[in-house]
């Protein structure tokens, strides 16, 4: 057994080590916003938002934010980024302007870039309710709305835009505003604009930004590539790192369903039967699989709607509204609402298929499980697509346990994952066979 002293040597050695690494220590006893010496308006809007404590990345990114230091940060979905980094922003400009803003009509001072309209729209209400008690004026300029409304906004002036890569690049054409005022830079979930092919106009948009700014780049994961282009636009970022890129929330129970292709729709209308789920998400590959789904849902009396880029804005903006108040019990989607929307108490999300990319599935299932609240996640596993759910198992470090439905007869032809299959790669089972031995056919 070590003894004290040994084990305050270790300690000893761990912070100072830490502390030359640039990382940031919080005394245990910060639980409180107030602990982070936010102005009183900041306080009071944190109290409207219904907030006491900070979670780990607000507690780690805001004191940074405080001080004007460009943050590099990644945190799992759902433990409030966005208000990581809008309390710092308002903050720092209550603290240089106090109530009143500037006379002129300039702005933005504050420019936040995120991948989707869904996204943004959620960032606005967050950022609403913060500049109501603060008094700084909040626009927002995003696809599918209308341009002049959008313009006139701009001409009355704002203090921080939210907007999406597309739409403000038109508007900058257009010469309706100029980013030449810019303090303060966000972009949100950066790994899935470089996903979405967003990089160049993104790029662009910052160019035409002071070099001297303060850059947040938040996401749930950072890739390589986010860190590279992270070099290219921040100088000397904090970064903070919650948790593995790969990590899931350990309030979502994670489950993989080997089922033959012909029999997904069935078991999912027999999966929501047996749980229930008061609300639930079901995400689809292609736009014309949601809208199969959500229509055989509602055949069999689910209140069920669809939601992908296909839609108008209108149809997605009513469909997340009944989702939201309890209209909808299922909501079919595409990846477009994988990220980034804080819908509260889905108790399920089902991947009717395995996804493709390792990210999306954290993104996806993200959806559940949300503020501590437990929930559950399904994925159902065709014989083609091991590749992808071994590549999912690599990257979370984990396995999902296999879950079959009770009563629902199985087509034979299934593929069922062996238990003791390695979640590292490179690792092989024991025996003969690498790889062959991590699935059964029943």
Not at 200 to 208: F, L, T
Not at 335 to 340: E, F, H, I, K, P
Request: with cysteine; glycine share 6%; hydrophobic share 40%.
């Amino acid at each position: 057994m070590k003894s004290m002293q040994d084990v305050f040597r270790i300690f000893e050695n761990d912070f100072f080590e830490a502390m030359r690494a640039g990382s940031f220590i919080l005394n245990a006893m910060t639980t409180t916003f107030k602990m982070l010496n936010l102005t009183k308006p900041c306080l009071e809007a944190v109290a409207d938002l219904g907030f006491s404590e900070p979670t780990p990345i607000q507690e780690q990114a805001i004191p940074f934010g405080l001080k004007n230091e460009d943050i590099l940060a990644a945190a799992q979905t759902g433990t409030g980024k966005t208000l990581a980094y809008l309390l710092p922003i308002f903050d720092q400009m209550v603290s240089f302007w106090g109530s009143k803003r500037p006379k002129k009509n300039r702005g933005p001072y504050a420019l936040i870039l995120s991948p989707t309209r869904e996204l943004a729209q959620q960032i606005a209400q967050c950022a609403q309710t913060i500049a109501k008690i603060t008094n700084f004026r909040v626009a927002t300029v995003i696809g599918g709305k209308k341009y002049s409304s959008q313009i006139n906004k701009l001409k009355q002036g704002c203090d921080i835009l939210i907007a999406t890569p597309g739409r403000l690049i038109d508007l900058l054409d257009q010469h309706a505003l100029t980013l030449n005022a810019v303090h303060y830079l966000v972009l949100d979930e950066v790994d899935r604009m470089l996903d979405m092919g967003f990089w160049p106009p993104v790029y662009s948009i910052v160019k035409k930004t002071p070099v001297k700014r303060q850059t947040f780049f938040f996401s749930a994961t950072l890739t390589p590539v986010v860190l590279e282009k992270a070099r290219l636009l921040q100088k000397n970022p904090q970064r903070i790192e919650i948790s593995h890129c790969g990590d899931t929330a350990d309030t979502v129970e994670e489950y993989v369903m080997p089922v033959m292709t012909a029999q997904k729709q069935s078991l999912l209308v027999a999966l929501l039967e047996e749980k229930k789920p008061s609300r639930a998400i079901v995400f689809t590959h292609t736009k014309q699989e949601a809208d199969t789904c959500a229509h055989l849902l509602q055949k069999t009396g689910l209140k069920a709607d669809s939601i992908h880029s296909d839609k108008t804005q209108a149809k997605r903006d009513r469909a997340l509204k009944y989702f939201k108040n309890g209209n909808l019990e299922v909501l079919v989607a595409t990846d477009v609402l994988a990220r980034g929307i804080d819908v509260s108490d889905v108790e399920m999300v089902v991947n009717l298929s395995v996804p493709d990319n390792p990210e999306d599935y954290v993104h996806r299932i993200g959806r559940t499980g949300r503020a501590g609240v437990s929930g559950e996640a399904y994925t159902m596993l065709a014989p083609e697509q091991l590749l992808e759910l071994r590549e999912i198992e690599y990257f979370t470090e984990s396995l999902l346990s296999t879950f079959d439905l009770e009563g629902f007869e199985y087509a034979s032809g299934r593929l069922i994952p062996d238990p003791k299959r390695p979640t590292k790669k490179g690792m092989r089972p024991k025996g003969r066979g690498g790889r062959r031995l991590s699935f059964r056919r029943r």
